[in-house]
């Protein structure tokens, strides 16, 4: 069977691109071996801030109402049950509509065959053709040798989402985005949590300032927390840190980063990649977390919008700046470059800084951890970083200004509406 257009994963970016040709006619095809929708539609981005709002609810009422609340007085299962049923209705909602759009799914494994030149795809007895053949089979969380998975004693973010009944005390191993998100969902629920990270700071690939912001946040809510250490082994129960330090807990995540995940190539075929998610197979191109860009399903799903572009409209192919968010109380909000990543001459730049108890939305909200920075250099906007409530976005008009090229002068010229957090931004470049 020959296609227009044959596609691996319906993650983010393989459904990003089938939206993509479809609305241009191609007869396109895709495998899903699994659920539609990827990791961030099943076990990422949708059941993790569903959870995420169960903790913040429950740990609102907590601490507003006199009932004398903990872990023990809700049932976890119940909201793992309601996080499944709002994971399968949107599958089914995506899945429904490429089909309606006029896509053809197949529910099978696909291979990869490389027949000089070009690529075309085995799945079952079938083999299928196609002009561009797009692999978008994401990642997995992952492993670190002498620490594998168990499901039970050493668990992956996948397996904590499986869930039914939460540990009563967790390690947690890496500070990145999943593992700071989950720390705070659990610490929510009354879990006692404690996280290593083996750098030198928290939240390592940051602004420095967002570091120290999670640490001070991380002590308000008890979360423990080791740094510039490394989890050596787990055993009954007991940790042991390269520093000497052992903890005990009932279990180990491993939050330490996610891995490539690819289809099976045929024939022991050597895959190489190039920046523009092209491949040493002309017709073959690779996007979303396999691509090796950022881990993200908004980058992933760019990815796949701008290589159609490049392919089927002959624009160019090109990734802007990427807004990074981590959810939580208060949310974490970064684009553009770090403060500590800057090499030339820092009376080159300038930097703005408001803290948000200076807004009075804050107060009203009774949400004034957190601060808005903004990294200019002779005016243009270079970076930002915000810890606030609503900082998913405040930091999206901040990526639209610099898309934009909006300078500071720019933004003073823009009215902001009161009470909001986005005036914050306006009151950073007045008083920061």
């Given amino acids: 069977m020959k296609f227009d257009v044959a596609i691996i994963g319906l993650g983010p970016a393989g459904i990003r691109f089938a939206q993509e040709a479809l609305k241009c006619g191609l007869k396109t095809i895709a495998f899903e071996k699994s659920s ?23 740990s609102c009422a907590c601490k507003t109402f006199p009932l004398n609340m903990d872990a023990s007085t809700f049932s976890y299962a119940s909201f793992s049950e309601k996080k499944d049923a ?37 799945a ?9 053949v797009i692999v978008a089979t994401g990642s997995k969380p992952l492993e670190i040798t002498g620490l594998e998975f168990d499901s ?15 540990p009563k005390s967790i390690l947690i191993v890496g ?4 593992g ?18 083996k750098a030198q700071n928290l939240l390592p690939l940051m602004d420095k300032d967002i570091s120290a912001r999670i640490e001070r946040i991380f002590k308000i809510s008890k979360i423990k927390y080791y740094k510039s250490v490394y989890l050596k082994s787990f055993n009954n129960k007991k940790a042991f840190l390269s520093d000497g330090t052992e903890i005990y807990c009932d279990t180990v995540l491993c939050a330490a980063g996610r891995k490539r995940v690819f289809p099976e190539f045929k024939n022991d075929f050597n895959l190489e990649i190039f920046d523009n998610c092209k491949t040493n197979v002309q017709n073959l191109f690779v996007i979303g977390d396999v691509s090796g ?24 192919f090109k990734m802007p700046d990427i807004p990074s968010v981590i959810y939580g109380s208060p949310e974490i909000a970064s684009i553009g470059i770090n403060e500590q990543d800057i090499l030339d001459d820092i009376t080159a730049y300038k930097i703005y ?9 804050a107060w009203c909200d009774d949400s004034i951890e957190g601060f808005i920075k903004i990294i200019t250099k002779n005016g243009n906007i270079l970076g930002a970083h915000i810890v606030s409530k609503e900082a998913s976005a405040l930091i999206m008009q901040i990526s639209i200004a610099m898309k934009a090229k909006l300078t500071i002068d720019d933004l003073k010229e823009i009215i902001f509406p009161h009470p909001t957090y986005s005036e914050g931004i306006l009151e950073a470049l007045l008083h920061g």
């Fill in 36 to 58: 539609v929708g990827g990791t961030c539609l099943n076990l990422g981005c949708i059941p993790t801030k569903t959870m995420l709002n169960r903790s913040e609810v429950f």
């Fill in 86 to 122: 709002i994971v399968s209705k949107l599958s089914n909602a995506v899945r429904k509509e490429l089909v309606n759009d006029g896509l053809i799914i197949v529910d099978n494994e696909a291979k990869v065959e490389v027949t000089g030149a070009f690529a075309r795809i085995v």
């Fill in 124 to 132: 079952g007895e079938e083999i299928y053709e196609a002009d561009k």
């Fill in 152 to 166: 039970k004693n050493i668990i992956s973010s996948d397996d904590l989402l499986s869930l039914k009944e939460l």
């Fill in 175 to 178: 500070s990145g985005a999943i």
């Fill in 180 to 197: 700071v998100e989950w720390a705070r969902i659990l610490n929510s629920f009354g879990c006692s949590v404690t996280v290593v990270e």
């Fill in 293 to 316: 860009e950022k881990m993200l399903a908004h980058v992933a799903s760019y990815q796949a919008y701008t290589l159609f572009n490049n392919l089927y409209k002959g624009k160019e």
């Fill in 353 to 361: 800084k408001l803290p948000v108890s200076y807004l009075p939305k």
